[in-house]
């Protein structure tokens, strides 16, 4: 089964074509960062402009790389949400036009989900079931995959995402958007232990998240710092903030392993490109013997590639959209909550 696959979340326009689920013959990403960079974040009416522009260049790049036409395609797939609605739109559109025009089935995608299936797209013989640690810009969550269509929530943000509070603290110490390779970078150089930020929501058995404090105690510091005209050693305060971010993650993640007895990790989401996250979970993991997944920075990106994956499954389970098919940007995230 070929799939052409649309991601429009945000600022990248991407399309994919994938094989049965795990073989990407092309994966073609139109990033918009230089072009948001000067306004410190996404704007999203030139987002949405630009996906317009890029949308069917993009998928006729895709088809051309992978030696395919349009007719050779078995199904269209399409990020439904969650996102920008109006970047979404222009995928939701794209993808309807293209499944109306070939007559060939429609999938709607989750992007969350969509970027859990990166790491089958990265691991060929990664099956469920496997726990994942989801750490992007708009969402922080522990799931369970029980099988490729069963999803189970053990905790997520309550108020800010982790990459919400990258992004946020790299502004207030003057980095441009993306912060998060800003934060990383600067705190190779920097002093985890110069400065105490504080952890949220770390104790008991509790798989929440909650990053809003961390990061309003950061821009307290600094706030204070310029207040008493004191030297703002940005190193520190990366490293000491990227720590905060990493340790509760890491504690989380390694009691859910504990709880729920899983033997495989994988790590999902645009801040799962982050350094010190990727080192530090894969040495918990050897510890103690628990597999650990994360992609490749590409596939931590959004991309149609992931879209596709998902889609695949998807697809095996009858699981299609018809034209009435519309974007969503507060898509829920189609889960059993779950208390341990």
């Not at 750490?135 to 309550?158: A, C, K, P, W």
């Not at 390779?181 to 909650?210: V, W």
Request: glycine letters at 8%; a negative charge.
């Amino acid at each position: 089964m070929k799939i052409l696959a649309f991601e429009s979340s945000c600022d990248e326009t991407s399309c994919a074509v994938v094989e049965d689920g795990r073989q990407v013959l092309s994966d073609i990403i139109s990033t918009q960062v230089p072009i948001h960079k000067k306004f410190g974040g996404v704007v999203p009416e030139i987002a949405s402009r630009h996906h317009i522009e890029d949308v069917l260049p993009v998928a006729i790049e895709a088809l051309e790389q992978a030696g395919c036409s349009w007719s050779d395609m078995d199904a269209i797939a399409v990020t439904q949400g969650p996102g920008l609605v109006g970047a979404l739109l222009v995928g939701v559109a794209a993808a309807k036009a293209v499944a109306w025009a070939i007559d060939k089935p429609l999938i709607a995608v989750n992007h969350i989900e969509g970027h859990i299936f990166a790491n089958l797209v990265q691991y060929p013989d990664l099956e469920p079931p496997f726990l994942s640690l989801v750490v992007s810009g708009g969402h922080t969550m522990l799931v369970v995959v029980r099988d490729y269509n069963h999803f189970e929530i053990l905790g997520q943000t309550r108020d800010d995402a982790a990459g919400e509070a990258f992004d946020k603290v790299a502004r207030v110490l003057g980095y441009p958007y993306p912060g998060g390779p800003h934060i990383d970078r600067l705190a190779k150089e920097g002093n985890s232990s110069a400065i105490h930020f504080p952890m949220g929501l770390s104790k008991g058995h509790n798989f929440d998240f909650s990053f809003s404090g961390l990061k309003s105690s950061v821009i307290n510091y600094i706030n204070t710092m310029k207040m008493k005209k004191e030297e703002i050693v940005a190193e520190d305060v990366a490293a000491s903030f990227q720590k905060a971010v990493v340790d509760v993650l890491i504690e989380k993640a390694m009691e859910a392993v504990k709880v729920t007895g899983m033997k495989t990790i994988a790590l999902a989401g645009g801040v799962a490109a982050n350094s010190e996250l990727r080192t530090r979970l894969e040495e918990e993991c050897s510890k103690r013997g628990i597999r650990m997944c994360r992609p490749s920075l590409t596939l931590c990106t959004d991309n149609g590639a992931m879209i596709g994956c998902r889609a695949y499954y998807m697809a095996k389970a009858g699981e299609f959209a018809d034209m009435s098919l519309n974007a969503d940007p507060r898509l829920p995230f189609n889960a059993e909550q779950i208390k341990m």
